[in-house]
C-alpha cells in the first residue's frame, strides 16, 4: 500500500484554511496528511468578503452546513452585484446571479428583447430577471426547485467576514485531524539535484519536510516567487488600478442582498453588507490619484461610521506563469490577482483546490497532472480578466483620465472579437470551462452600453406582438412573486443569525 502523500500548506488566511478544508473534507487519512504552517504575526489581506454562487458547491463538497457556516462568519446573502456610474455618471445596473427571461422562439431571449428594443417596445432589460427584481426590493428566499418556476431562475452567494471564515474552517479542519503548525518561515531548501522544494525551516530552528508544497503565502510567493522564482505575467496595461484601501463601519439600514461597486474618478467604491458591520473600500490607479487623496475621497463617502482607519493594500494585477512548478502549486494570491471587482478572488483559490483534488498526483511530481492544472488555472484567469477588462473599456465617461484612458486602451483579441460579435448581433459565446457565462457578459454589456445593432434571425419566427405579450408577462408573473418573498432581514435574521446583536433586522430595514 503507498504511503499518504504528504502535503505542507504554508500560509493560512482564506487560500490555505480552504485549501486544507478541501483536502481533508474529501480525501481519507491514509491517502494524504496534510499539515498547515501559518504565523498569528503576519496578516492577512482579509478583504475577500463578497463569494460567487460557485461557493456553495465548494462548501457543499467538503460537508460544510451552510447556515452553520453563516451564524458564525455572520453572513448575508447575495443576488449579484450593482454597479454605479461605470457606463456613464448616473448610470446603475446589476449583474444578476441568474437568467434575464427564458428562451422564446428557438433563440435566447435578449435576442427577442433587442428585437422588441429596437422597435421601441422593451422595458428594461433587469425588469425580465428574478435576481435583478429581488435585488432592488431588498428581498430574499431560496431558489423554487422546481426548474418550470418562475422563481427557480436565480442562483445566490454570500457575503461573509473573511477572517471569520478562515477561523471557521481552521476549527473544521483541525476536528478532522488537520495538523496545524504555529511559526513563521525563514528558509526554503531546494533538493541540489533535483531542484525541488525540499523543506521549509521555521524561525524555531524546526525543518519540515514534504512531498507536495501549496505556497498560500499571499502576495510574498514565498516559495513560488521567492525560492523557485516562477514567472509573473504583468496585466496592469489593461487593469491600471494598483492600491486598494478597506475600512469597515457601522452596521447600515441599507442591508442590501448585494454588493455595489461605484465608479469613482480614478477607480471604483465597494459597499459589501455584512450582519455586524459594512465593508467598504476604494480600488485605484496610483497613476491617477494620491494614496491621501484616495483616503480622503473613501472617508467622505461612507454610509456608516469607521471602524477603524483604513488598511492600505499594493498589488499588480496578473498571475503566475506556471501556478503547479516543480513540486509546489501556488495557490490564491500566491498564483495571482485580480481585483475584487467581480468577486472572484475565493473563486480562484477554489478552482485551484477543486483542480488539484481532481488531479491529485500519486508522487509528487508529474508533469503531465502539473501541466493540466496549469492549463485548467490559467484559462480561469484569463477569461476573468477579460470580462474585468470590459467594465473598464465599455465606458462613456468623460470626467476623469482615467475612464478616458480606458476607453482607448487596447484590449486582449479574445475580448475584442466576443464585443464586436455582441455589438453586431448579439452573440455571446458559451463555453465549456470559464467562470462566466453568457447572462453576465449580457448585463454589462447592456449596462454599459454596449448594445447590439441587430439580432439572431430565428427571433422573427414569432410575430412581434406575441413575443411582447410573452415579455410582459413574465415581467408582471416575476414582480408579483418577488413581492411575496420576506425582506432581506427578516430572512436572515430567522435563518442564521449570528452572535453579533442586529439592529433594525425588521421587515422595514
Not at 465597494?270 to 490607479?285: D, E, K
Not at 478572488?345 to 477554489?350: A, H, N
Not at 457565462?437 to 430565428?458: D, I, R
Request: include cysteine; proline fraction near 6%; aromatic fraction near 10%.
Amino acid at each position: 500500500m503507498n504511503k499518504p502523500l504528504e502535503i505542507v500548506i504554508v500560509g493560512g488566511g482564506t487560500a490555505g484554511w480552504m485549501s486544507a478544508a478541501g483536502l481533508v473534507g474529501v480525501l481519507k487519512p491514509d491517502q494524504v496528511k496534510v499539515r498547515l504552517v501559518e504565523s498569528d504575526d503576519i496578516g492577512t489581506v482579509g478583504v475577500g468578503e463578497a463569494t460567487l454562487p460557485q461557493m456553495r458547491e465548494f462548501n457543499d463538497r467538503i460537508g460544510i452546513v451552510e447556515s452553520d457556516m453563516m451564524r458564525k462568519t455572520n453572513a448575508t446573502f447575495k443576488l449579484g452585484i450593482e454597479f454605479r456610474d461605470w457606463g456613464f455618471k448616473g448610470s446603475s445596473y446589476v449583474h444578476p446571479f441568474g437568467a434575464h427571461g427564458r428562451p422564446l422562439g428557438g433563440v435566447g431571449f435578449h435576442h427577442q428583447w433587442t428585437r422588441a428594443r429596437l422597435a421601441g417596445r422593451a422595458a428594461d432589460i433587469g425588469d425580465y430577471s428574478y435576481a435583478i427584481t429581488a435585488s432592488r426590493r431588498n428581498r430574499f428566499d431560496f431558489p423554487a426547485t422546481d426548474k418550470t418556476a418562475v422563481n427557480s431562475t436565480y442562483d445566490y452567494a454570500y457575503h461573509f467576514d473573511a477572517g471569520l471564515y478562515a477561523r471557521y474552517l481552521r476549527g473544521w479542519c483541525e476536528a478532522r485531524g488537520l495538523t496545524r503548525t504555529e511559526g513563521k518561515v525563514m528558509e526554503v531548501r531546494l533538493d541540489p539535484t533535483s531542484g525541488d522544494v525540499a523543506a521549509i525551516v521555521l524561525e524555531s530552528g524546526e525543518v519540515i519536510t514534504g512531498d507536495l508544497f501549496i505556497d498560500c503565502s499571499g502576495f510574498r510567493g514565498l516559495i513560488i516567487g521567492g525560492a523557485l522564482n516562477g514567472p509573473f505575467e504583468d496585466w496592469t496595461r489593461w487593469l491600471p488600478c494598483d492600491r486598494a484601501l478597506a475600512v469597515p463601519t457601522e452596521r447600515s439600514e441599507d442591508f442590501t442582498p448585494y454588493t455595489r461597486s461605484t465608479a469613482l474618478e480614478a477607480g471604483w467604491q465597494w459597499r459589501i453588507p455584512l450582519q455586524h458591520r459594512t465593508g467598504n473600500g476604494y480600488v485605484y490607479s496610483s497613476s491617477f490619484i494620491s494614496d491621501d487623496e484616495a483616503i480622503t475621497r473613501l472617508m467622505g463617502n461612507l454610509d456608516g461610521a469607521p471602524l477603524m482607519d483604513p488598511k492600505p493594500i499594493r498589488f499588480k494585477s496578473g498571475r503566475r506563469t506556471a501556478s503547479w512548478t516543480r513540486n509546489c502549486i501556488a495557490v490564491g494570491l500566491a498564483s495571482g490577482f485580480l481585483e475584487p471587482l467581480e468577486s472572484t478572488s475565493i473563486y480562484l483559490t477554489q478552482v485551484a483546490v477543486l483542480t488539484l483534488l481532481d488531479l491529485l498526483p500519486r508522487r509528487p511530481i508529474d508533469p503531465v497532472l502539473a501541466e493540466e492544472f496549469n492549463r485548467v488555472v490559467d484559462n480561469e484567469y484569463d477569461r476573468v480578466r477579460d470580462f474585468l477588462i470590459l467594465h473598464y473599456k465599455a465606458n462613456n465617461r468623460t470626467d476623469s483620465e482615467l475612464w478616458r484612458h480606458c476607453r482607448e486602451m487596447e484590449v486582449p483579441d479574445t475580448l475584442r472579437e466576443k464585443m464586436a460579435l455582441f455589438g453586431h448581433r448579439g452573440h455571446i459565446a458559451q463555453y465549456k470551462d470559464g467562470l462566466f457565462s453568457p447572462p453576465s457578459w449580457l448585463s454589462v454589456f447592456v449596462g454599459q452600453g454596449v448594445l447590439p445593432t441587430g439580432y439572431h434571425p430565428m427571433a422573427d419566427s414569432l410575430p412581434l406582438p406575441a413575443v411582447l405579450e410573452e415579455m410582459e408577462a413574465l415581467r408582471t408573473r416575476i414582480s408579483d412573486r418577488v413581492d411575496a418573498m420576506p425582506s432581506h432581514a427578516d430572512f436572515v435574521r430567522d435563518y442564521c443569525a449570528g452572535e453579533a446583536p442586529l439592529k433594525a433586522m425588521g421587515a422595514g430595514a
